[in-house]
């Protein structure tokens, strides 16, 4: 399709396992986002990309999080030595360029459960 | 660090009825956008606004970005079942950062 995909939808893992979480961005899209939802909460920003680089990695909450985009396109996120709290939605989204007038785009997240 | 506080939490519709919901902010924002988001979905983008004052409509929905670019509002005239959901503001500073609002849920009068 011609929107961002996100896999897995759904991942169950237990407490202590490493997940990671896949992003397709929006054809042709040179800025991608990372944002994590809770239940009844707006999304929150961990980190976005222009191009392969991590231009801003600020929301992400401590280092077991971290998150790559070799090529420029597709992007993982990494959570190593999972909790309970980190159970969210995680949402991706693209734009065509970062800044003030390129409106986010996103997937339908990726739903997290660490049991 | 910078927040937005959205109202209504929530609200009941009767088909036909206009809606209203805004967002204020204690910091400025260089740009405004209104997401709405159904069940097991992503948000989606409704509006989005670029200058203080201007004012922007998609079909049924009409949007404000205030001129002190401290909030929003967003109208949703003569509402259909369709419109339930919940809706998210979000503002931008710099950069690709969005900071949103907690939203508000939209539900049909019983």
């Known amino acids: ?115 | 660090g910078q927040q937005l506080n959205q109202s209504p939490q929530s609200m009941f519709i009767q088909e036909g009825e206009d809606v209203s919901m805004n967002c204020t902010s204690s910091s400025i924002f260089n740009t405004w956008l209104w997401y709405k988001q159904d069940p097991g979905e992503g948000p989606v983008l409704l509006i989005a606004l670029y200058k203080a004052g201007e004012l922007t409509s998609n079909g049924r929905l009409t949007a404000q970005f205030g001129i002190t670019r401290k909030d929003s509002f967003l109208n949703i005239s003569a509402s259909i079942p369709s419109d339930v959901g919940i809706y998210f503001c979000a503002g931008n500073y710099q950069g690709g950062k969005l900071i949103f609002g907690q939203g508000t849920e939209l539900s049909v009068k019983p």
Do not use: M
Request: proline content about 5%; hydrophobic content about 30%.
């Open chain 1, 1 to 115: 399709g011609a929107g961002v995909s996100q896999t897995p939808s759904n991942k169950v893992t237990e407490k202590g396992k490493y997940v990671e979480l896949r992003c397709d961005p929006i054809s042709g899209h040179t800025a991608l986002y990372w944002y994590r939802q809770s239940l009844g909460q707006g999304p929150e920003f961990l980190i976005y990309f222009q191009g392969t680089g991590a231009a801003d990695d600020s929301g992400l909450p401590n280092d077991r999080f971290f998150a790559v985009r070799p090529e420029g396109s597709v992007s993982t996120l990494k959570i190593q030595r999972t909790e309970r709290g980190d159970s969210a939605v995680y949402l991706c989204a693209s734009s065509s360029l970062t800044g003030l007038n390129q409106p986010q785009h996103f997937g339908d997240g990726t739903r997290l459960s660490i049991l």
